[in-house]
């Protein structure tokens, strides 16, 4: 069985790692456009790096949570294309085997002259950290107001899922979210929200709802997808 999993900030939330949009508009004390804009690191890289390191330092301090467990745990069942939102490495370090970031990987960097050069890197990134061409290193996060580039391979994994299960995410932030439109008219469609949201493309597709944080919605997809064999 080919399974694609849309994840987002709500599995991560529940290991202690802050959504970028709380009801404040703030994320973690900052505006976003500041933070995570080409025109907020225009303006003052300093913040910007700042502002990442922090956020590296946090993920070093969290751990994966049930809900990354048993999507890992899954793999021995099915085979698994998790398609995430969040730049953490909380799906890596719980074990899942394959899993595409739309928005950036956090404990990555990439050359302000060549996007193509990316490296990771775990520690602080300073001004005058610069790649082998001599230009500053930037976090590898696709900022508002940039493409992202892994989309269309997102698209395609999701245009080839028998199931898709949605997990913390609100189904409301596009492009993301325009993803559950390239699912096969045959995909089953589980929904992992403990406030849902239906938009069009849900509607009318076969679906069932889980009205469950992350971690105990995912419980119970494991005791339905480990239970049957044919499904």
Not at 117 to 134: E, M, P, R, Y
Not at 183 to 200: E, G, H, L, Q
């Amino acid at each position: 069985m080919n399974i694609v999993v849309l994840s987002g900030a709500g599995i991560s939330a529940e290991s202690g790692i802050k959504t970028f949009r709380d009801a404040d508009g703030l994320w973690e004390g900052h505006d976003v456009m500041e933070v995570a804009s080409p025109e907020g690191w225009t303006a003052n890289q300093a913040l910007v790096l700042d502002f990442y390191n922090q956020r590296r330092r946090q993920l070093a301090e969290v751990a994966p949570n049930a809900a990354h467990f048993a999507l890992a745990e899954l793999e021995k069942y099915h085979r698994v294309d998790i398609v995430t939102q969040n730049v953490d490495d909380l799906h890596e370090r719980a074990g899942s085997s394959h899993v595409l970031h739309l928005h950036g990987e956090l404990i990555k960097v990439r050359s302000t002259g060549n996007p193509q050069d990316i490296q990771v890197w775990t520690s602080d990134l300073n001004k005058g950290d610069l790649c082998k061409a001599g230009h500053q290193l930037r976090p590898h996060i696709v900022w508002f107001g940039e493409a992202v580039p892994m989309l269309d391979k997102g698209a395609q994994l999701v245009s080839e899922a028998e199931i898709l299960i949605i997990v913390g995410t609100s189904l409301q932030v596009y492009p993301a979210a325009g993803l559950i439109s390239v699912a096969p008219p045959y995909a089953k469609v589980y929904y992992i929200d403990p406030n849902p949201f239906i938009s069009r493309e849900l509607s009318i597709r076969e679906h069932q709802i889980i009205e469950q944080p992350a971690t105990s919605g995912m419980q119970e997809i494991m005791e339905i997808l480990t239970s049957q064999s044919d499904i």
